[in-house]
C-alpha cells in the first residue's frame, strides 16, 4: 500500500512528489492532459515512464471521470470512445487500473439508469477483461447543480453498488473508494469497506469539514440564495487528509483487514489551502486536478499524516 496524489504528469510535478515521499501517482488521462490517450506517441510514453521509474514513482491508476450516460447523445459516445482508449493507454503503460465515474442521466432516476449503465459498462469490461485491466468508479456523486439536485454519478452509495456489480457481474469491474463523500452523505465508509472490501481497486485520500453552524440554517440542501464557496454544498467542504472529520486510523484499518493491496492517493480538493493560490475558472472535472494541483501546501500536509498511519510509508 503505497502514498501518492492525482496530479497531471509533468517533470516537476514527478520530482516535488519524489522530493516529498510520494512513491506513486494516479495520472490524469484526460483528453487535455499530458496523457491523451488519442493522440500520444510510444516515444513520448517511454520518456515519461523513464522519468518515473528515476524517480521511483509508480503509477496506480490513470484517471478520466466523464459521463457516460450523457443525455447528449454525441456527449455520451465520445466519452465512450475515449475511454476505450484510456483502457489501451493503461495496458501500454502497463497500469493495471483506470478510475472513472459510472455516469447518470440527470434527468432520470437512479434505477432507470441502470438499463444504460449495464449496455455502456459490460462493453466496457468486456474490452478490460482482453487487456488485463480493472475498472475502478468512484463513489462520487457529482451533483453538478446541488440547487437542482442534479447528479453524473449512479454510483455514491453500497446500496448502488450492489446493483451495478449484479447487472454487470465482472470480475474486472469495482470501486475507487473516496471517504469524504461518503462522510457527507451519512454513510459509514467503515462498514462499507468490509461489505465491499473485494471490489475495492484504489482509494482517494480526501478528507471534509462538516460545518455543522451552516448545516443548521441551511439544511441538507445546502445553500440556496448565495454560493457555495469552493466545490461543496456550503455546509460541506473538502480537505486535505487530517484536516476534516475522516478518521484515517479506521479507515486504513479497514482496508487491511479486508487485504486491500492497491494504492492510496491523496485527492487535492482543499477548499482552504488553494485560497493561497491564485486558480482560474472550474468548467470540468479535469481542471480541478490541474488548478488544485499548483498548491502543493495540502499535498504535503496530507503526506505528513497519511504517511505515519500506512505501515509501508511509515517503516523507511
Not at 7 to 26: D, I, L, N, P
Not at 40 to 68: C, M, W
Not at 246 to 271: C, F, M, T
Request: charged share 30%; hydrophobic share 40%.
Amino acid at each position: 500500500m503505497k502514498l501518492g496524489f492525482y496530479g497531471e504528469y509533468s517533470e516537476e510535478t514527478v520530482r516535488f512528489a519524489a522530493e516529498v515521499g510520494f512513491k506513486c501517482m494516479e495520472l490524469s488521462a484526460w483528453p487535455d492532459s499530458s496523457l491523451n490517450a488519442d493522440t500520444i506517441t510510444d516515444k513520448r510514453l517511454a520518456e515519461i515512464q523513464k522519468d518515473l521509474e528515476k524517480h521511483d514513482i509508480e503509477v496506480s491508476t490513470l484517471g478520466f471521470y466523464p459521463n457516460y450516460l450523457d443525455p447528449n447523445k454525441e456527449e455520451s459516445e465520445k466519452a465512450q470512445r475515449y475511454f476505450l482508449n484510456v483502457l489501451k493507454l493503461a495496458e501500454r503503460m502497463n497500469v493495471p487500473v483506470v478510475s472513472t465515474f459510472a455516469g447518470r442521466d440527470p434527468y432520470k432516476s437512479v434505477v432507470d439508469n441502470i438499463p444504460a449503465f449495464k449496455e455502456v459498462f459490460s462493453r466496457f469490461c468486456e474490452e478490460a477483461e482482453k487487456r488485463n485491466i480493472r475498472i475502478a468508479i468512484e463513489n462520487c456523486p457529482m451533483v453538478e447543480n446541488y440547487k437542482l439536485q442534479h447528479s453524473l454519478n449512479i454510483a455514491h452509495s453500497p446500496e448502488v453498488w450492489e446493483v451495478m456489480f449484479q447487472e454487470v457481474p465482472s470480475d474486472n469491474l469495482g470501486l475507487e473508494i473516496d471517504p469524504a463523500h461518503m462522510v457527507w452523505q451519512g454513510i459509514d465508509y467503515v462498514q462499507a469497506i468490509r461489505e465491499f472490501g473485494h471490489k475495492i481497486f484504489h482509494v482517494h485520500a480526501k478528507d471534509v469539514e462538516i460545518l455543522h453552524h451552516v448545516k443548521a440554517r441551511t439544511g441538507q440542501y445546502g445553500t440556496l440564495f448565495t454560493k457555495a464557496d469552493g466545490l461543496g454544498h456550503g455546509w460541506w467542504r473538502g480537505r486535505t487528509p487530517g484536516w476534516g472529520d475522516v478518521n484515517w486510523q479506521k479507515l486504513i484499518s479497514a482496508l487491511i483487514e479486508v487485504n486491500y493491496k492497491g494504492n492510496i492517493d491523496i485527492e487535492h480538493e482543499d477548499d482552504v489551502f488553494v485560497k493561497n493560490i491564485e486558480i482560474a475558472e472550474i468548467k470540468e472535472e479535469s481542471d480541478i486536478v490541474k488548478q488544485y494541483a499548483k498548491d502543493k501546501s495540502a499535498l504535503i500536509l496530507g503526506y505528513r499524516h497519511l504517511s505515519r498511519l500506512i505501515p509501508s510509508a511509515a517503516i523507511k
